[in-house]
Structures are given as structure tokens and as C-alpha cells.
């Protein structure tokens, strides 16, 4: 009897431990009541969250579609480079961060989101209504498609926002979109970002305690490149072309600009709060960006001065 009741409290300890692994892992030969083991993954994206510890990681072994999730943890969600891993949503939102704390940090890295034209949100840091607490988001070497919105992070208290080597294409309103409520700041970083085809802007700042830059990115067939309406945005090496209208400001927002490239758009600039970056003696400044061919330039607000 001892014995046996010894064996029942390994099995229980072994369970409890399965249930909070640090890494876990899916597969398109998984099964969602597989341990979501390296020998055992899951067949989904939701199924290995449940196994997975606060601050673990899911890991993608092959390519498959691994479905939709909601995120309330600390969690990083990794497929490698040569692996796709899809996650479709033509109905609702493609990763959504919900009940998360300001201590939470979710990473998202190689994914492929697709919303097939009908889709909400491909990657939403919000409960579908308001906003939320997080502390960072990592958006990595991702592709997302296909929704009315891209990335958007909407939090309640002080956030960031990364992303890098990131395409956003097909979006019907906003590319990537930052809107913090209440005393929250969002702060942004954007690094080698593709936005194409977005049907309203491809990067919005909405609000005084919006801030971050814009870097190494290029933004092509958009109606707006990029907006900030309160926010303050620095644009930097940046390359914005074919776009109905490249970069504007309103209601108190800013974007200062510096070795970025303007040409080819319906309008170039519109508001008088979008600065361009001078160097050396402002008496005899040297300019930093090329703003030309398009079919209105706009001009510079003002400037400002950087070593």
C-alpha cells in the first residue's frame, strides 16, 4: 500500500511538472493530448501554451499551421528559420495578448500570420474590447497578412513594442499602430520593417505617451507611410516611395526625420510638425534627408539640430 501511494505521488509530480515545462514544442505530426514534449509535441500553438511554464518557450519543430492563440503569460513562441509556421485567422485575431501583467513579456519569432483578407488583428496586445497591461512585445522575422489591422499594442500602463525584420502587407487599416490609454506610455522600436499595400497607415502613433522611431524600414503602395496624431516619432535611414502621402503629423505630434529617402509619392509631407534632421552651424546647415518627385513635396515644418 505505501509503495502504491508513493507511485500515485510521482505520477501527480510528474503531471504537475509536465504541466509547467520551460520549453515545450508542436509539430504537424503532434496531438493536442500529447505532454507537448520534444518526443511528444502538440499539434497547436494554444494546446503547448497550456503546458507551458511563465517565461517558457514553444518551439516549433516542422512546417504546419498551428492556429490561433490567446496569450496570457510571459511566453516566447520560436520556429527557426527554415521552418514555416503558420498561423490563419480569416475569422477574429491571430495572436491576441489577454489578462497579461505589466511584468509579462511575450516574443514572437519567424511566424507567418495570415487573416486571409478577413481577419481582425494578426497580432493584438489587447482582449478584443480595451486595453491591457504588458510589459514588452517582440515581434521578430514575421509576415502578417491579410487582417484589418496588423500589430496593434494598446496598453494601460508602460509598455514596449519591438519589431524587427518584420513584413506587414495587405492590411486594411493600419500596419503597425501604437494607442496607449490612461497613464501608459508605449514606447516603440521599429527596425527593418516592410509595410506594403496598407489601406490606411502603415505606422500610427496615437496620443501624447506614444513615442519610439522608425529605422532601416522601407514602406511602399500605402495610402499613409507614417502618422503621428499627439505622439513623437524619429525617422531614420528609412526608404518611403509609391505612397499616396509619406509622412504626417496632427494634434501635437511629431516626427523628426534624418537620412530618410521621400520620393515618388502623391504627397511627400503634410503638417507643420514634421522636422528634418540638420548637422553642424544651423546658419549654414547640412541637410540629412531627400524629399523630391513627388507629386507635391510638402516641406519640412522646421528643424532640428543633431551631432
Known amino acids: 500500500m505505501k509503495r502504491s501511494f508513493c507511485l ?63 496569450i496570457g503569460q510571459s511566453v516566447s513562441i520560436i520556429s527557426p528559420a527554415s521552418v514555416y509556421a503558420g498561423v490563419t485567422a480569416s475569422c477574429g485575431d491571430g495572436i491576441m495578448m489577454s489578462g497579461t501583467g505589466q511584468s509579462d513579456i511575450v516574443v514572437l519569432h519567424g511566424l507567418t500570420i495570415n487573416g486571409g483578407g478577413t481577419g481582425s488583428v494578426g497580432v493584438w496586445a489587447g482582449d478584443g474590447t480595451t486595453s491591457i497591461a504588458i510589459g514588452e512585445v517582440h515581434v521578430e522575422s514575421c509576415n502578417i497578412a491579410g487582417f484589418s489591422n496588423g500589430i496593434v499594442v494598446s496598453p ?22 501604437a494607442s496607449p490609454t490612461g497613464i501608459g506610455t508605449a514606447r ?11 489601406g490606411f497607415t502603415a505606422v500610427a502613433f496615437f496620443g501624447t505617451q506614444a513615442m519610439g522611431t522608425v529605422a532601416n524600414s522601407l514602406f511602399g503602395g500605402n495610402s499613409n507611410a507614417i502618422y503621428a496624431q499627439g505622439g513623437t516619432i524619429d525617422v531614420d535611414h528609412c526608404t518611403i516611395v509609391q505612397n ?27 503638417g507643420s510638425s514634421v522636422l528634418t534632421r540638420i548637422t553642424g552651424d544651423p546658419v549654414n546647415p547640412v541637410k540629412t534627408n531627400t524629399l523630391t518627385g513627388n507629386t507635391t513635396n510638402g516641406s519640412f515644418g522646421g528643424t532640428f539640430t543633431a551631432q
Open 188 to 198: 516603440v522600436a521599429v527596425d527593418r520593417l516592410r509595410a506594403e499595400r496598407i
Open 156 to 177: 494601460n500602463s508602460d509598455s514596449y513594442l519591438f519589431v524587427s525584420d518584420t513584413l506587414v502587407r495587405g492590411i486594411g487599416t493600419y500596419g503597425v499602430i
Open 244 to 270: 499616396m502621402l509619406g509622412i504626417s503629423a496632427a494634434m501635437n505630434g511629431s516626427v523628426r526625420v534624418s537620412n530618410t529617402v521621400i520620393v515618388s509619392n502623391g504627397i511627400g509631407l503634410s
Open 8 to 70: 500515485i505521488l510521482l505520477s501527480l509530480a510528474a503531471l504537475s511538472a509536465q504541466a509547467t515545462a520551460l520549453r515545450t514544442f508542436v509539430a504537424s505530426t503532434g496531438l493536442d493530448t500529447n505532454p507537448c514534449s520534444r518526443t511528444s509535441p502538440c499539434r497547436s500553438f494554444a494546446a503547448a501554451l497550456v503546458e507551458t511554464a511563465p517565461s517558457g518557450e514553444i518551439i516549433v519543430l516542422d512546417s504546419a499551421g498551428y492556429g490561433p492563440v490567446t
